[in-house]
C-alpha cells in the first residue's frame, strides 16, 4: 500500500494555495484534496472559492474562528449555526445531512446526529465521531455497530515528517463501530478496543488511540503526567536539602577561611613576637657589653638606667668621651 502511495506523492507534489482574487476565472473542475494533508484546494484564494458560474466568489461561511489569509480586524464570513454545516468549499452553510447521504472527507458533522446521540457521542475529543455519527467513505453513518457486528472501515494514509525531514505515512483508519470498539480492516467486524498495556498493532485498536512503538496501549498522549505524592515530598525534601545544603557549605568555606586567616595572624604575631625578642636580647647584649666597658673606665654613675632604649641611650657620648679619655 506504502509504495504506490510513494509513487503518487513524487508525481503530484504539494502546492498550498490556488492565487485566483475576487472575480477572476476559475473551473471547479480543479476543486481537489491535497494529498498527504488531505486539505481542500481550489484556484481561488483564502478569501475566496470557485462558483457555479466559474469565477472566484466571496466565501458565504467559514469553519475556523481566525480563518487563515484575512487582514487583522477584517470582516469575514459567519460561522453556520447548529443544524448546519460550512462545506470544505465555504461557500453557503448547508442543512446536516441524514444517513447515507454523501460527506467530505472527516466531516462527521455535516450527518445528522442520532436519536441516542448522547450514547454514542465519542468523548476525549479523540476524534472518533462527531454527535454520534461519522463520515465513512464519504457516507454519513452512526457510529452504532455493536461487537461482532458487520462495519465499515475508512483507511487514509497522512504523510506526516520526521526530525530530520524524513518522510513517513500515518495511516489513521476510522470506523462505525460504538465508543470502545474499533473496525477491524480484514474482518470488517466490531472488535472491542484494549485497555493500556494490552498488545496493539494500531492507534484505533487501542482505547487511548495510542499505540505506542513497544507494541502495547500507552495512555491518552494529550492526558497531563500525575506524579505520586512520593515525588512532592522528594522534591520538597531536595529543596530543602538543597538550601542547607548552601548555608553549611558556605558556613564551612567561610569557617576555614577564617580559621586559615587566623592562623596568618598568629604566625605573623609569633614572628614579630620573636623579632622583638631578639632585638631585646640585642639591646641586652649591647647593654651589658657597654656596662662592663664603662665599670673598667667607672664613668658617670646616674647612666646606670636599664630601661632605656638602645637607640636612645646616649651611647655616642659614651664612646665619645671614652675616645677623648683615649686620645687624652
Ligand atoms: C458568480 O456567482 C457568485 C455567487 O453566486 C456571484 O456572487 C457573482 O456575482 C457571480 N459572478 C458573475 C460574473 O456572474
Ligand atoms: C446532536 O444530534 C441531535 C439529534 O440530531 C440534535 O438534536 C442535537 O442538537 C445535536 N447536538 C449537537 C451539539 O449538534
Ligand atoms: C445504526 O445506524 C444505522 C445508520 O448508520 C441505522 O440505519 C440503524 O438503524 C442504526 N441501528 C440502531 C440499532 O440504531
Known amino acids: 500500500m506504502m509504495l504506490p502511495f510513494f509513487l503518487f506523492t513524487a508525481l503530484v507534489g504539494f502546492v498550498t494555495a490556488g492565487n485566483a482574487g475576487w472575480g477572476e476565472p476559475c473551473s471547479q473542475e480543479n476543486n481537489r484534496l491535497q494529498l498527504g494533508t488531505w486539505q481542500f484546494w481550489d484556484e481561488c484564494n483564502s478569501k475566496t472559492y470557485c462558483a457555479a458560474n466559474s469565477t472566484c466568489a466571496h466565501k458565504g461561511c467559514r469553519r475556523d474562528d481566525y480563518p487563515f489569509g484575512y ?4 470582516d469575514f464570513a459567519p460561522k453556520c449555526p447548529r443544524g448546519t454545516f460550512c462545506p470544505d468549499e465555504e461557500d453557503a452553510c448547508m442543512p446536516q445531512q441524514p444517513v447515507d447521504s454523501p460527506c467530505q472527507l472527516n466531516r462527521d458533522d455535516q450527518c445528522q446526529g442520532p436519536p441516542d446521540f448522547k450514547a454514542l457521542a465519542g468523548k476525549n475529543e479523540l476524534g472518533l465521531n462527531v454527535n454520534g455519527s461519522v463520515c465513512i467513505n464519504n457516507v454519513c453513518m452512526w457510529a452504532n455497530v455493536t461487537e461482532g457486528e458487520p462495519c465499515a472501515v475508512e483507511n487514509t494514509p497522512y504523510i506526516v515528517y520526521g526530525v530530520s525531514r524524513q518522510e513517513t505515512v500515518d495511516i489513521v483508519s476510522r470506523g462505525n463501530c460504538r465508543l470502545g470498539l474499533y473496525c477491524d480492516a480484514q474482518q470488517h467486524r466490531c472488535i472491542a478496543a484494549r485497555r493500556i498495556g494490552e498488545e496493539c498493532d494500531a492507534d484505533k485498536e487501542c482505547e487511548t488511540f495510542n499505540c505506542l512503538s513497544s507494541g502495547r496501549c500507552g495512555a491518552i498522549p494529550r492526558k497531563p503526567s500525575e506524579v ?12 530543602i536539602l538543597g538550601m542547607f545544603g548552601t548555608l553549611f557549605g558556605l558556613y564551612w568555606v567561610h569557617r576555614s577561611q577564617r580559621e586559615a586567616e587566623r592562623e596568618r595572624r598568629l604566625q605573623y604575631w609569633r614572628e614579630q613576637n620573636m623579632f622583638h625578642q ?5 639591646k641586652e647584649t649591647a647593654r651589658s657589653s657597654i656596662m662592663s666597658v664603662r665599670s673598667s673606665v667607672s664613668l658617670m654613675p646616674g647612666q646606670s638606667d636599664s630601661q632605656q632604649p638602645i637607640l636612645q641611650h646616649p651611647v655616642p657620648r659614651a664612646p665619645s668621651s671614652l675616645r677623648y679619655q683615649h686620645i687624652e
Open 228 to 239: 505520586g505524592v512520593w515525588v512532592y515530598v522528594l522534591v520538597c525534601v531536595g529543596i
Open 278 to 282: 631578639s632585638l631585646t636580647q640585642l
Open 71 to 74: 487582514n487583522v480586524g477584517s
